[in-house]
């Protein structure tokens, strides 16, 4: 799981609000060469000051992956110690690049208005590659490199290739 966060300006106030993006990998396929990804948008009271706007003229937004979420007519209470406000989650499905890898823009904003005022970021999260399936083999009578990955307790290993070569196994590790 990865974060990323700012701290609201709160004008005039001495209140420690911050607007926090969590992003974590659900699942990837191999197959389909994509990530799911979930995401949670939340803003966190970290020293109590008791701001709220009750009216709804606050807004957000965040992106992950391309996929932006934005709401309008928010509004926001922190009157009791230590308050996390859930404001979006979700889920999304990216499509690596041709290679396995991918990075991708993630970001949010929040405007609170007074006496909140507006946090925002943005930056990119690089993905765990995507094993792609790079096996040749005897080419013009040559042993060429190979990977083979599987998937080990939810993590990539790379296998050892054999191929059948005059009705014996050969490991194809380039001798």
């Known amino acids: 799981m990865s974060a990323w966060e700012a701290e609201f300006s709160t004008p005039g106030t001495s209140a420690r609000i911050w607007l926090v993006l969590e992003v974590s990998l659900s699942s990837q396929s191999v197959a389909a060469n994509t990530s799911t990804l979930n995401w949670w948008l939340r803003m966190e009271e970290r020293t109590n000051a008791s701001p709220y706007n009750l009216s709804p003229t606050s807004s957000a937004s965040a992106t992950v992956g391309g996929v932006v979420y934005s709401s309008g007519g928010l509004t926001y209470d922190f009157r009791a110690p230590n308050v996390t406000i ?47 399936n790079r096996m040749r083999v005897g080419v013009d009578g040559v042993w060429k490199t190979a990977e083979v990955y599987v998937g080990v307790n939810g993590a990539w290993r790379m296998a050892q290739p054999y191929a059948g070569v005059s009705g014996a196994w050969k490991l194809n590790n380039n001798s």
């Open 86 to 132: 859930q404001v979006a989650s979700g889920s999304t499905t990216v499509s690596h690049n041709a290679d396995g890898t991918l990075t991708i823009p993630v970001g949010a904003a929040y405007s609170g208005g007074s006496p909140l005022g507006d946090a925002s970021f943005s930056s990119t999260f690089t993905l765990p590659a995507i094993p792609r």
